[in-house]
């Protein structure tokens, strides 16, 4: 099995050589990486040069657990973690706390920030609007009957997130007003 592996992947290799496959980008401004994937075609690709990058900034410890699948997002010069026990914001230059948001119970992913707000759900079965810069709630939904674990989607001032009940919420980004819910 170990022989095919390996003949396979240089095949692959040598076939994209051969079709040149030509692909996409969505690109998104070297400032920000607002949501998993750094945008909403998550295709995780920036127009940054880090060439310039030779070494570790800065280190900061954090207390609460960190999930393997939550990414880290980027905007307004802070880096936002979802953690065990909230999100926290720190200064992406020095790593010093800017705020923090406690939760009861973990988040479920990667936070979205858009238009100033930090868009997150919780496996306490609340979906949270956070002010980006302050920390201070915005709105909260709590009308799904399960946890999130999915990082969401903003577009066109609506939050969109899958939940463990089985049901797509498309919530109003102003108010957190349900706009619909769907089932899978």
């Not at 400032?31 to 750094?38: D, K, L, P, Q, R």
């Not at 690709?45 to 207390?63: F, K, L, T």
């Not at 020095?94 to 707000?117: A, I």
């Amino acid at each position: 099995m170990k022989y095919f592996q390996k003949y396979f992947v240089v095949f692959i290799l040598l076939a994209s050589d051969i079709f040149s496959f030509s692909l996409t980008y969505a690109q998104t401004l070297a400032e920000s990486w607002y949501m998993a994937g750094a945008n909403p075609q998550r295709t995780s690709w920036i127009n940054a040069d880090i060439s310039g990058v030779r070494g570790i900034e800065w280190y900061r410890p954090i207390e609460a657990y960190i999930d393997q699948k939550t990414q880290i997002v980027t905007a307004y010069g802070n880096i936002y973690i979802a953690t065990a026990k909230g999100v926290i914001a720190l200064n992406a230059e020095t790593g010093e706390l800017v705020w923090r948001f406690d939760t009861e119970l973990p988040l479920g992913h990667t936070p979205t920030v858009v238009d100033g707000n930090l868009y997150i759900g919780g496996y306490d079965r609340n979906f949270y609007a956070i002010n980006a810069l302050t920390g201070q709630s915005v709105w909260t939904f709590s009308g799904a009957g399960a946890g999130y674990s999915v990082s969401p989607l903003v577009v066109n001032s609506t939050v969109y997130a899958g939940n463990r009940d089985g049901y797509f919420y498309a919530l109003d980004t102003a108010t957190g007003i349900c706009a619909g819910n769907f089932r899978r």
